[in-house]
């Protein structure tokens, strides 16, 4: 059976979405048959503006381009939340698919999102519902994680990001980190989607 191609695609100004997509990609290489890849979207703000910003450094995960969407299988796409939509970099980069959505070259193609928001409060099920849109304009099939992850999806007794919508976390400008209950939902989503690609493409 061919190798399903799955591409972690994401956004991370303090490192909160980076250390999910880490934990995606484990999920998603957990999968036999699949093979996952890390990518960054370009950053469009100067070196100056992150500098005042106090965002640390970005790591060498490379950057992708809007032709190279086509080469994968599925997708999951991570960004901080911006006033309950997708960081400005994130969205930029969906701005320059133009013509892939001109061929539809993405129709049919599964993909989830991930996310950081500052506080509970701030978007974590609003930015994933207001990214959907960008799906549809491509053909493209929302995979949401439901409440597949079990029993971890009711935690209540602590704080825990996520949601049916994909998994998450809290915290910015250095403050917080994943919990292990985070990091482990990032991993069931990275395995679930990169599963639902491998049935869509061997039923091709």
């Known amino acids: 059976m061919a190798t399903t191609k799955v591409y972690i695609i994401y956004h991370s100004l303090y490192g909160h979405v980076e250390k999910l997509a880490e934990e995606i990609l484990k999920g998603a290489t957990s999968v036999e048959g699949a093979e996952a890849k890390l990518w960054q979207v370009p950053e469009i703000l100067s070196e100056e503006i992150l500098k005042k910003m106090k965002a640390p450094p970005r790591s060498e995960v490379p950057d992708i381009s809007p032709k190279q969407l086509t080469e994968a299988d ?28 001109n061929k539809q070259a993405l129709a049919g193609k599964p993909a989830s999102f991930f996310f950081a928001t500052a506080s509970q409060g701030s978007g974590q099920e609003e930015v994933a519902f207001t990214s959907i849109p960008q799906l549809v304009h491509h053909g493209m099939l929302y995979v949401p994680i ?39 939902q990032a991993f069931h989503q990275g395995k679930y989607l990169a599963g639902i690609a491998k049935k869509l493409k061997g039923s091709q």
Do not use: C
């Open 74 to 101: 599925g997708f999951l796409f991570g960004f901080p939340a911006r006033y309950g939509n997708m960081s400005a970099q994130f969205r930029a980069f969906l701005d320059a698919t133009g013509s892939l959505w």
């Open 146 to 184: 439901g409440y597949t992850f079990g029993a971890g999806m009711f935690e209540m007794e602590k704080v825990k990001g996520g949601s049916p919508y994909g998994s998450g976390t809290f915290g910015e400008h250095g403050i917080g980190e994943p919990t292990e209950l985070e990091l482990a």
